[in-house]
DNA sequence: TCTCCTAACACTTTTGAACAGT
DNA sequence: AACTGTTCAAAAGTGTTAGGAG
């Protein structure tokens, strides 16, 4: 079902995106990132999250594009902001890390639990970027899109079940994606209260929104700017993988979804077939100790100390008890928590040259449109200043795709990397709302980002959330992994990303408790990726 | 009756402090 | 003094399940 059939599957719900690109997304060998044409070359959709990501919005393409120019107000009663940014250049690629994994589970149609307090995604979006200019300085964005309007249910047992659509989906809890998408706001308008709608968007809780029973798909976003507070955008490319795909539920619907999970996921351990938590220990034990509650706390202490002896981890347990949770076709990937210590950097790094963003970049705005602006008012890049305006805002009858009232950005979460701190934390006011770490660019060398975002899910709180570094992030070196020819380099430096934004909603919601950003140093990462893509730094 | 949601539960992993050794 | 490794308790992350709401 994976591949093109996901969409058959889910027929033309399925909306955001076609399998018309998917052939060249799985090379073989190489899993290439799913990038979207349409978000790089000039072209009617306005799903995009960030203004200059629009493609509509786009110049001409490259580096050397025209510059970042944004309308003197962002407000409702205003043409939208006719922002103009080049795309990335095209050696810019994400990949998915953990993309077996993410095939195992849309092969079965991924779900995704919903809990009031927030819950982790498993499996997590990790992504690898290359092709980034190590003298710039970017904003990796997370956002998670809803597919389409419809809200779901499952048809038949839970073994073969299927989902189908159910109803319309239920109202974003915050403006549609994007200003101009007057049909789709007049729709949001309809059906949410502007009272509930201000109050929705206002949440400030670092809590990715989505709703039950409801189709959603994960988005990168990639801007090429000095800092957060920067008038000037280098360039910016979204991509997305299909795989990526999945259904929010409050009860996994399907038993295969949830033996996968068990038998991937490490927190989930306590139930695979030797686990203390498995349903057939479970039962024995509740019959034992109806029985005898003194034999029965014995006996637990000797199954566990028996446990514990052979390892809670000792995956060949499935194998001598000729049992297996599931016949998978493929061998499961090692999971991986996103969990790592936290490794600061060894050394200062040598000050780089000031970021070669500002030769490539166009001239300053006299406006402050600006990532800084997109966080302290993420809804005003929505289209909306508040919810009362939002049916003023209006666009050219025929310019919005059929689609575009899809795609609705449910939450963004960021990340920000490059050679140097864009701001002075002790100057700026908002300097904790975003940080960057150090790269240490070296002609030898060639540097990999990788990303695990982290985010949970449910409904009912903020739209968007920031990051900021882990207070370790100044302690000591870590581990050093030297490499000839050139300076030593951190083999790792693992940088968490707390959220920042305090839970005050009652309603549910998505936590962001952090995201782990990494960065990789290694030769071998780097011959691998300069052979495929030559222009590399 | 059915679907969906909630909270308590038992289990596991992760984290971080405290401590000892080098 | 700095670093490394170990131990252990607390915190956090899992799916399960009974019960409730609509």
Redesign the pocket.
């Known amino acids: 079902m994976y591949h093109p059939d996901v969409f058959s599957h889910y027929g033309p719900s399925y909306g955001i995106r076609t399998p018309c690109t998917m052939a060249s997304a799985y090379a073989p060998g190489h899993h290439e990132a799913f990038r979207y044409p349409d978000l790089e070359h000039t072209g009617p959709r306005f799903d995009s999250i960030f203004p200059s990501l629009d493609p509509h919005q786009r110049g001409l393409p490259g580096p050397q594009g025209p510059a970042l120019s944004l309308p003197p107000q962002l407000s409702y009663g205003q043409p939208p902001p006719q922002c103009q940014a080049p795309r990335l250049p095209g050696n810019v690629k994400i990949t998915l890390e953990n993309i077996e994994l993410w095939k195992q589970f849309n092969a079965i149609g991924t779900e995704m639990?919903l809990?009031?307090a927030g819950?982790?995604m498993?499996p997590q979006c990790k992504v690898r970027v290359s092709g980034l200019d190590p003298h710039a300085r970017y904003m990796m964005l997370l956002d998670i899109v809803a597919v389409d309007n419809t809200r779901y249910?499952?048809a038949g047992e839970a073994l073969g079940s299927k989902w189908c659509r159910?109803a319309a989906a239920q109202p974003s809890l915050h403006p549609p994606g994007i200003p101009s998408q007057r049909r789709a706001m007049d729709e949001a308008d309809h059906l949410l209260p502007q009272d509930q709608a201000d109050k929705y968007t206002l949440d400030q809780l670092g809590h990715i929104i989505l709703h039950?029973?409801h189709k959603y798909q994960p988005r990168f976003h990639i801007v090429q700017a000095n800092d957060v507070f920067s008038r000037r955008w280098g360039g910016c490319s979204s991509f997305s993988f299909p795989e990526t795909t999945f259904i929010t539920?409050?009860?996994?619907q399907n038993e295969e979804i949830?033996q996968l999970?068990?038998s991937t996921?490490?927190?989930?351990?306590?139930?695979r077939e030797d686990?203390?938590?498995h349903?057939r220990e479970?039962d024995s034990?509740m019959k034992r100790k109806a029985k005898s509650p003194r034999r029965e706390t014995e006996s637990l202490q000797s199954e566990y100390k028996q446990?514990r002896l052979s390892g809670?981890?000792d995956s060949t347990l499935d194998e001598e008890m000729g049992v297996r949770p599931l016949d998978l076709v493929m061998q499961l990937p090692s999971p991986d928590?996103s969990?790592?210590?936290?490794s600061p950097p060894a050394t200062p790094s040598p000050t780089p040259p000031f970021p070669r963003v500002q030769e490539s970049q166009p001239q300053e705005i006299g406006v402050p449109v600006s990532a800084e602006a997109y966080l302290q008012h993420p809804a005003a890049f929505h289209g909306m200043q508040s919810a009362k305006e939002s049916s003023v805002f209006s666009r050219p009858a025929g310019d919005v795709p059929q689609e575009s009232n899809i795609g609705k950005s449910e939450g963004l979460n960021m990340a920000y990397l490059g050679p140097e701190d864009p701001v002075e934390p002790e100057t700026s006011p908002s300097a904790e709302i975003s940080h960057d770490f150090r790269t240490q660019p070296s002609t030898n060398y060639s540097t990999c980002y990788s990303f695990d975002f982290n985010s949970l899910v449910g409904h009912g709180g903020a739209d968007f959330s920031t990051m900021s570094y882990g207070p370790r992030l100044e302690e000591?070196?870590l581990a050093v992994r030297g490499v000839a020819g050139g300076p030593a380099f951190p083999a790792s430096n693992d940088l968490r990303f707390p959220a920042f934004m305090q839970n005050s909603c009652s309603a549910?919601a998505l936590p962001f408790?952090g995201a782990q950003l990494s960065r990789t140093y290694s030769t071998q990462t780097a011959t691998a990726y300069l052979d495929t893509d030559k222009s590399i730094f």
């Open positions: 639990i809990t009031k819950r982790r498993f249910k499952v159910a039950s029973m539920v409050t009860a996994y949830t999970k068990i996921n490490p927190f989930a351990k306590g139930f686990g203390m938590n349903k479970r034990r446990m809670p981890c928590c969990f790592h210590p936290i000591g070196p549910y408790p």
